[in-house]
């Protein structure tokens, strides 16, 4: 069985997600990093980077979310198409999130409720730059139904995560009917509503 070292984050759901959308048995564990979980020998074992998260297939630990949905995509078969174009446009949209979106969203959460002071200029960089994101996908989603064409794939699960806690980062989708559109269908599929209730439960354990 899959092994899952996770918490109530943004980068920790998509794994959840993804495993319940491929039907994959798993188990997950709460590595609570409110208390410094993922600076203990144990975990740093696991990863030496101190990050959730981790999963362990057999014989491979991978860490890196985006890496993570990757293998299982590539495991299954399922949500990354084999090759040609619809396989590049997957690429490309989730490269756009781990370079574009994730960032954005995390610093400006970072900078908006945890820096010792206000320091207006990186509020306004990241917080500028994440709701830019917001407007370039609804351009797009304006012309298809998912992120990187008209069917799931993990670029969507990857997107979902910050799009879960843009609250965080104050990060508007008033202004966004199509991500709006996109957000309500995502929280709609049933495998979505368990991986967010196991990840919500991790910050109980």
Excluded: C
């Excluded at 794994?15 to 020998?41: C, F, M, W």
């Excluded at 995509?73 to 490309?92: H, M, N, W, Y």
């Excluded at 199509?178 to 269908?185: A, G, H, P, S």
């Amino acid at each position: 069985m899959i092994q899952v070292y996770a918490f109530s984050t943004p980068n920790s759901v998509k794994v959840p997600i993804a495993l319940e959308e491929l039907g994959l048995d798993y188990a997950l564990h709460s590595i609570n990093i409110r208390q410094g979980g993922q600076k203990t020998p144990e975990f740093v074992a696991l990863n030496p980077n101190g990050k959730v998260p981790v999963l362990v297939d057999g014989d491979l630990t991978l860490t890196e979310s985006a890496a993570i949905l990757i293998y299982l995509a590539e495991k299954t078969g399922r949500l990354l198409p084999q090759s040609g174009p619809a396989r590049a446009r997957v690429f490309e949209q989730l490269f756009v999130h781990a370079s574009g979106l994730g960032p954005a969203f995390g610093n400006a959460g970072f900078f908006r409720k945890f820096a010792p002071e206000p320091i207006p200029l990186a509020i306004d960089r990241f917080g500028g730059e994440a709701q830019r994101i917001i407007g370039l996908f609804d351009q797009i989603l304006g012309t298809q139904r998912f992120i990187a064409g008209d069917e799931l794939s993990i670029a969507d699960i990857a997107n979902y995560g910050w799009l879960w806690r843009r609250a965080f980062a104050e990060v508007s989708i008033e202004d966004a009917p199509n991500v709006q559109r996109y957000v309500t269908e995502l929280e709609a599929r049933p495998a979505f509503q368990r991986g967010i209730a196991r990840t919500m439960a991790l910050a109980e354990a």
